[in-house]
């Protein structure tokens, strides 16, 4: 999953990009369970409950997800973990990556945190902004009428 053409990324950048987030995402973590302990660790750290992905899968998911729109059952395969767990994953990263922001090509230090930051950049700079949207088709859930039988036919 960690090819460009699935996570959308080079691997130095998905390098660098794990490095910088994973620190973060271990101090939060850190900083939640000592919340929920309410004082310091009593365990050895590495002991308890073990995540079912790892930070870098977690990332690899989001990214993947993100880039090419693929399920969270379908990434649950392919890691062979729950769709809730995939569900969770992503739900932790992406404010991670949106604090984050996007870097600027041949600008450095730039970074577009917000839509509104976006928005901004492409007028200073006229540029022109397309929004390239997917179709999702579902299938729509049956509903419970209460007195009808699913399949039941009147005479």
Do not use: N, Q
């Not at 101090?27 to 930070?55: I, Q, T, W």
């Not at 870098?56 to 392919?78: N, P, S």
């Amino acid at each position: 999953m960690s090819h460009p053409a699935f996570c959308g990324i080079s691997g130095p950048h998905l390098g660098e990009l794990a490095a910088e987030r994973g620190a973060r995402w271990e101090a939060r973590c850190e900083s939640a369970r000592h919340e929920r302990r309410g004082g310091v660790r009593l365990r050895e750290a590495g002991d308890g409950p073990k995540y079912g992905l790892v930070f870098v899968d977690r990332l690899l998911a989001t990214l993947v997800h993100l880039g090419t729109g693929l399920t969270y059952e379908a990434l649950g395969v392919i890691y062979e973990v729950g769709s809730s767990t995939i569900s969770r994953a992503i739900c932790e990263m992406r404010p991670l990556l949106a604090a984050r922001g996007f870097a600027v090509p041949d600008r450095p230090g730039v970074r577009l945190r917000t839509l509104e930051d976006v928005f901004a950049y492409a007028e200073a700079e006229h540029i022109t902004l397309r929004i390239v949207g997917r179709l999702s088709l579902t299938r729509p859930r049956a509903r419970h009428i209460p007195g009808v039988v699913a399949g039941a036919t009147a005479d």
